[in-house]
């Protein structure tokens, strides 16, 4: 397409971050216009789609049949990512998809060859590369200050109190949806390397009530990469202090550190010392990077660019985390290798 | 007008500034569009306009006149600014402008009557007030926290090496154009006080060869407010760092900060310590402020909000202003009261 | 004398800061040995003297004349200064004096005359030049990096809440007492050029019923420097969030700021943001700058080093202290020159 | 003994650290006095010695002997420990000892049966425990606004580039010598838990060369806690930007983190973006700390306060270490239950 053109998209999962994204494409990407919100409730397609000027639609299959739409975006729950992306592909729709590509495997390969075969862009919402200072230290690593890393960390905690529904959780979700954030900001941060050993811990230690059945939220992972470097995954559901989002790079030239959950720069001094405010939601915290990176999908729909983060990155996330599910089900060190399609 | 109408504005002025202005209304607010842009530079108004698919003037009349035009956003050298204001007020159209509101109180003082006639808002441009930290900063003011001000301070030093022209610079620009803004904040971070004296010093201490011809590069400006509290606002042409814009609010419940240059919270740790990079330009540094002061004029339009900072703000820090050039020319403390209009 | 024996100092004036001197003395300098404590009243020399293995003494006679007296220090009240100083000079003794040097100017230069005439150390305490940041300021001002000085500040704000006793505090206490500290830092961060003019401004902003009787407790001071560097000095009694001591210098080359009050590198992450504690006072906040300008003393006694900061230091320091409070009294910009004594 | 007494100390292990030890406790602690320092390098004994006021002695049992030794502080090599301890305790002396303990588990436990024989003060060198930051996160536990301990992490990194023999230097010395400390400081930042099972990374990733015999220059150790917390452990032989050593515990309250190698509160700001420096040794960074850990033993021996760290700190950290270096050999998780003595 001409990249004069808006691209026109539809958005597909009206929930909290599909609401989100649905806003941030309307209002503040002038190269795209939102053209329908789809969700099966219609009430949450309708009062979204009216609120931003697009139609809803309660059937994705309507823009996947629409001329008129160029590419979707899907904010629907993963376990429907697989079946979405593989119909829009054949479709010829461009897909942004919000992490994780999918939850299984096979799943997220057939999404990778829909995409290949029908020569539509494919990008995973790994929003940290295009947070300020995730970016800002990856260029010290691609200018050579970083060296040959040796030592990593990425780490994700979500603002507390936790009041998630452990029954309503799957399982897995603590390694599928919040450290699959942490596997791909290591290989962002260790670029032309690949994992290839993982060593995963977890436990319920917000909610210990819900161990026996199963229910992890806090986790520790570690990987070791193919270049000899170590690193280490942390997540926690529940950070009193706000959501925490960090990443660290060492090599032997030097550090890169990255990841405050500073509201501004201003500090406050006063009887209790000097104190400054943090985010409490991911949607304030990475505002900018999640704009950043349906700026860039919007390029890469045009062929300006190319779509980073891939598919491929997306399928890469995926095999460590369920290379750490492995390791956390059988209490061993697991090697990428092992994971079964 | 209802508020689900984007404001149809036309930029006049389209330099530097006005460049950047025009393209954030146009790419970054959807609650605006950016109908027109004016410039007798005809080639510049209309690379300016084609880009950002706005039709290009060579003559503000065009644009008063344009009944499907609402507001004026004013990006011309200051000399122009009461001409256009007044004549905008007289069409109908709300102003926002960008500061110094004028150079001459007089001209200030009739720009603020013609809006008021007219019922037009008249915003100016100090974008501080729309920077995360110093809106923070106001807030614990606000809440208490600071107490009653005592102590304050604001600086801006443009970002070096100077290249401007001091033959081609109008010898209080410092003042007019760079510590109008420290005036300003000054104001907004002691609200409800007034400037009551003015103590300035200025020299050309980055281009002493100009000193002769009376050209200021660097100064330092003390203020009275009328609830006690001192003030010091400062400016430098050039500071190797970059743009650096902070400010500070003592009182005597405590004190807040704001103002960091810092690009990103990436930190890089190398042999030489560790380092973190600057912002070099008043549209890095302060571009998301510019884009929320923009939103804040299209609701104060809309009337869902009042103008702020309104003209008699951009009256005030004007007479501050003055009075500080009087000081200098008279190497004394000058009262606000003795500022002529 | 040879470099290997403690140097024998007698402290005179047992108040608060004398008893952390003659702790900091006895107890963390191995180059000296406290040998007596002298103080008219007895009860306080007895009890600070037989904690730290000294005598005590009731007059400073007795040490004068002691030859096994090597050096004394001075920690009595401004005003009994000039007299200990002349005299100790005359009996051979060396001396550190804490800031001021005397609170006249006639007096400081009888101090130097004597210490030049005896050949004897004079070392004031402007004990920030030995904090590790300001020293470190100074360093980065010397290796050329922050090129020529253009704008200065130091600031001084004690820990709040204020208790002093405005009837028993002179009405020069703020100049002769807390901004004489920031008059030598200025001095300190742009070595080679000396202030030639001063606009003071002051008022009881803290105790504003003791306005009236003259007292003042918020004072900031304008310097002007003999190449060209405008600055600021700044100074309040009452800081709620603890002791509060920055300077900064900005020059053509860059800028170097010093001065933080956080009493360790620990940053605690909570409900309400992220935190760390500041210091509540001078002997906390700057206990080894304290030891380390009695090391330089001890080295300056037993030649090894120059005494720095010299009793021409302290006169230096004191006129613009006093030419602050001729402006004050004058509400005029006050030339060094003009100073009498 | 009584309180007002210096406690007499001889140094046992002349070397980088055993002179800064001598010094440290010969110039910084009223409260000890040096008496002798052994070495069988009668060279270096006698040049420190003779800088110090103190005695050489080539052979530890002269000072062991001596009825006017009160205690030893002991920085020999590790293997000498075990012997030197046990005699010293046997001989009624006070010790403390440079970590770790010893490098046998079989021969700390003897140790501390020893020193609890005698009667003894057994005190280990964790220096991190004194320093100011690491202090005040513990504080920040203790008070409870950490909550429960659920993440914690401790990390150090050698200044670089590293210059050591990979040939001279025993195998598992980086998690002997260097992963001693961090597991010590994970234990103090968790109190009241003990380690339950360790998982070791490590490689030879610095100077792979020397991979093939078997040399570690980089480890990354997982712990668990019995309170269920997760902790890292992180060590590397060479860090360009100088001494790194940092802590971190995360839990249902809040977090702390402490641990920062700056050398002052000074920023430099120039074309370059703003930069503070680094500290390049342990005994720079933690001069303070280790001043700060014989101030506690000497309190320790005059029975004024217990001494901590203990022997059996000592040997918990130990036992740790050798459950790290089993699960490097047998590539698998190791419970603390199956470290051999």
């Keep these: 397409m001409t990249s004069r053109e808006p691209v026109r998209i539809a958005l597909v999962g009206a929930g909290r971050i599909g609401s989100h994204h649905a806003t941030a494409i309307a209002h503040e990407l002038h190269t795209a216009e939102l053209v329908a919100v789809v969700d099966p409730r219609v009430d949450a ?14 059937d994705a299959r ?14 629907t729950p993963a376990a429907l990512h697989r079946d979405l992306i593989v119909e829009a592909a054949k479709a010829g729709k461009h897909v942004f998809t919000e992490k994780p590509l999918t939850t299984e495997l096979a799943e997220a390969d057939e999404c990778v060859a829909a995409a290949a075969q029908a020569g539509v862009v494919l990008q995973v919402g790994f929003n940290r590369r295009f947070a300020p200072g995730f970016a800002a230290a990856r260029r010290v690593v691609d200018d050579g200050r970083v060296g040959t890393p040796q030592l990593l960390r990425s780490l994700t905690r979500d603002p507390g109190p936790y009041d998630g529904d452990p029954e309503r959780t799957p399982l897995w979700t603590i390694f599928l949806e919040t450290l699959i954030h942490d596997f791909d900001t290591l290989r962002f941060l260790n670029p032309g390397s690949e994992v290839t050993e993982v060593t995963a ?3 319920a230690l917000i909610r210990p009530d819900a161990r026996q059945a199963g229910f992890l939220d806090t986790s520790i992972v570690h990987l070791r990469f193919d270049n000899g470097a170590f690193a280490t995954a942390e997540a926690s559901f529940s950070a009193t202090y706000g ?20 509201t501004s720069d201003m500090e406050y001094y006063g009887p209790d010392g000097v104190a400054y405010g943090t985010s409490r939601a991911d949607t304030d915290l990475l505002h900018s990077a999640y704009v950043a990176e349906f700026a860039a999908f919007v390029e890469a729909v045009r062929g300006e660019a190319p779509a980073i983060p891939t598919g491929e990155d997306g399928v890469k996330a995926l095999e460590i985390a369920r290379a750490a599910i492995l390791s956390v089900q059988q209490s061993r060190t697991v090697s990428l290798g092992e994971v079964a399609r």
Tied chains: 1, 2, 3, 4.
């Design 45 to 58: 397609a309708t009062a979204l789609a009216t609120d931003l000027g697009a139609r809803p639609e309660a």
């Design 62 to 75: 309507a823009v996947l049949a629409d001329p008129e739409v160029d590419a979707i975006v899907v904010t």
């Design 201 to 203: 811990h977890a436990d």
């Design 243 to 262: 959501y925490d989002v960090r990443g660290e790079v060492f090599g032997d030239g030097g550090m890169a550190v990255a990841g405050s959950g500073r």
